[in-house]
């Protein structure tokens, strides 16, 4: 048998019976993908100096923290919203603002 047909076959008899154990894979929380989106962005922030702290996410809105050379930066904001929080609306629709504090 082909290396692709046994892959296929073991495939779709791995998926046919899930178990409670194992069952289908785990969505993460909201909080979890944000963070796996600043993780994303993170490297163009440091590149200029800067970075994000992701702090909180409440009622769809996310709470971050921006360090190094971004404090007192004034494309700070700039980077915020058309950075940081574009990237994140465009992977997590229902998410409404991203908030610095």
Do not use: W
Not at 23 to 49: C, H, N
Not at 63 to 86: D, F, I, Q
């Amino acid at each position: 048998m082909p290396l692709f047909d046994y892959i296929k076959e073991n495939s779709r008899m791995e998926n046919s019976n899930p178990t409670p154990e194992t069952g289908p894979p785990a969505e993460p929380d909201t909080f979890t993908k944000v963070q796996m989106l600043i993780d994303e962005i993170r490297p163009y922030l440091q590149s200029d100096g800067g970075d994000c702290e992701l702090l909180k996410v409440e009622d769809n809105i996310v709470y971050v923290r921006l360090v190094g050379a971004c404090v007192g930066c004034p494309s700070s904001l700039a980077t915020l919203k058309h950075g940081v929080e574009n990237r994140i609306r465009e992977a997590i629709p229902e998410i409404e603002a991203v908030e610095m504090v």
